[in-house]
């Protein structure tokens, strides 16, 4: 049995494959997803008052805000392993027979989601620069330097 879903499907959601027998479909949720707000902006000017000097400044803001949407309400229950007629709770009773699964079986799909993860840095740079002539100029010959041990 397929059932198709969203562009929007997640991790617990599986898109064209096949559903494992006894599965229940109604916790497949295909409007399932995620948002996604990013914005970055960056500008910078140079300023030069004078031939020597030269003054620069940056700027820069960055936003990130992820969020799921649709997440499966409801009471998680994860098997971690199987419950079967031999399983005894902590009292040693047996499990009733509707709470047998193997290790592995959720009733619903993970219901972890991300609200709010708001992610904002701002920065600012400047910087002021002075290019000199040194006093002694050094000259170099490349292929005229001495020997070694010499």
Known sequence: ???????????DSPVDKPIPAGHRPH?????????NPLSVMTFGGDWTPTAKLVVSARYGYFFNNVQDRCKAGGTRYSYGNTVNASTVDLAGNPFPASAFNT?????????????????????????????CTPAVRIRSRPGLLPAAGK
């Open 1 to 11: 049995m397929t059932e198709p879903l969203s562009a929007l499907g997640g991790q």
């Open 27 to 35: 916790t497949l949720r295909a409007d399932n997803g995620s948002v």
């Open 103 to 131: 290790s592995g079986f959720a009733n619903i799909p993970s219901n972890l989601a991300t609200l709010f993860d708001a992610y904002k840095r701002k920065s600012f740079n400047s910087d002021v620069s002075y290019f």
